[in-house]
């Protein structure tokens, strides 16, 4: 599966982003689906992720501002993410993963900016 992010960018602080993570193949038989970011210095966290029955988890610092969402019909998952704030600057990479055997694709990752 190849994954492609697109939706990055600059945005003052308050504003909104949406990212798009396009799989280059039905996700159907994809158990999760997410995202990470990595901010310069720090280690890569996760963000939000979403099963394959659609339940989904965020981490507490994006809880209530950012959604993430899955289109299982255009092979793509979405994170919107609203309000957001400089230390949500960094590098955002999608993956997908298998359960079993266990396997996980990453994407190419895409840049987010946010200014004050």
């Known amino acids: 599966v190849q994954l492609v992010e697109s939706g990055g960018g600059l945005v003052q602080e308050g504003g909104s982003l949406r990212l798009s993570c396009a799989a280059s193949?039905?996700?159907?038989?994809?158990?999760?689906m997410g995202w990470y970011r990595q901010a310069p210095g720090k280690q890569r966290e996760l963000v939000a992720a979403?099963?394959?029955?659609?339940?989904?988890n965020s981490a507490d610092s994006v809880k209530g501002r950012f959604t993430i969402s899955r289109d299982n019909a255009n092979y793509t998952v979405y994170l919107q993410m609203n309000s957001l704030k400089p230390e949500d600057t960094g590098v955002y990479y999608c993956?997908?993963?298998?359960?079993?055997?266990?396997?996980?694709?990453w994407g190419q990752g895409t840049q987010v900016t946010v200014s004050s």
């Open positions: 993956y997908a993963e298998v359960v079993d055997p266990f396997y996980r694709y």
């Open positions: 979403i099963t394959s029955g659609g339940s989904a």
């Open positions: 193949r039905s996700i159907l038989a994809i158990d999760a």
